[in-house]
């Protein structure tokens, strides 16, 4: 069973702070992986992508990817309020589903 | 250019109905996903069709069953409806099988009484 973990939350971060997401996931085949915000009562939207080790930058967002560990994550600069939404992580081998972890709630406190 | 597009947005049904949804992906995407979102089980993938032709499919009942029409739109049915359907189905569309960027719809948000 493919699986992608992620830690439900709520993480709580002050606002100007750096906010990490976690994810792991236990495909070693997996190549690409994605992170998608999703508010409250909309639907995912992506933020970044990335598919080789090390790390992706846009913007105040970062991903980063170690194969080895498989691990995934995304930190988040200057979190700001609006950043408050569920952040999932999900992952694939190509041509393959996406497979989705549960999301990890992200809240910032103004 | 258009995002995906759903209909419709919400619907109450009752245990043993069937229900359609539909999906109108970007112009020019030819791969349509969908996803059943619940607050317990996350985001689960139930089947991908391109060009017609289902890709990939999810671990769910064959009560749940999709299609894709030559211009790219697709449907997904699911018959025997439960009282455990009850979910936001998704869909996402991207320019191909596995592509790396998947557009979401607003989804449908189905409530089976």
């Known amino acids: 069973q493919k699986e992608v973990e992620q830690n439900s939350g709520p993480l709580s971060v002050p606002e100007g702070a750096i906010a990490s997401l976690n994810c792991t996931y236990s495909?070693?085949?997996?190549?690409?992986f994605f992170w998608y915000r999703q508010y409250s009562g909309k639907s995912p939207e992506l933020i970044m992508f990335?598919?080789?080790?090390g790390d992706k930058e846009d913007g105040r967002f970062t991903a980063q990817l170690n194969k080895a560990s498989q691990y995934v994550s995304l930190l988040i600069r200057d979190s700001q309020p609006s950043d408050s939404a569920t952040y999932l992580c999900a992952g694939n081998q190509a041509g393959t589903a996406l497979i989705f972890g549960k999301g990890t709630t992200l809240s910032v406190s103004s | 250019k258009a995002g995906v597009t759903q209909t419709p947005r919400y619907l109450i049904k009752t245990r043993g109905q069937q229900v359609t949804l539909s999906c109108s992906p970007i112009?020019?995407?030819?791969?349509v996903s969908w996803y059943q979102q619940t607050p317990g089980q996350g985001l689960q993938f139930l089947f991908e069709?391109?060009?017609?032709?289902?890709?990939n499919k999810g671990n769910f009942p064959g009560r749940f069953s999709g299609r894709q029409f030559s211009n790219s739109r697709s449907e997904m049915n699911v018959s025997t409806l439960e009282l455990g359907d009850s979910a936001l189905y998704l869909c996402?569309?991207?320019?191909?099988?596995?592509?790396?960027?998947?557009?979401f719809g607003p989804g449908t948000r189905l409530l089976v009484l």
């Open positions: 996402a569309s991207s320019l191909a099988v596995g592509q790396e960027t998947q557009y």
């Open positions: 990335i598919y080789s080790n």
């Open positions: 495909d070693r085949g997996s190549q690409s």
């Open positions: 069709y391109f060009s017609e032709t289902q890709r």
């Open positions: 112009s020019g995407h030819r791969s």
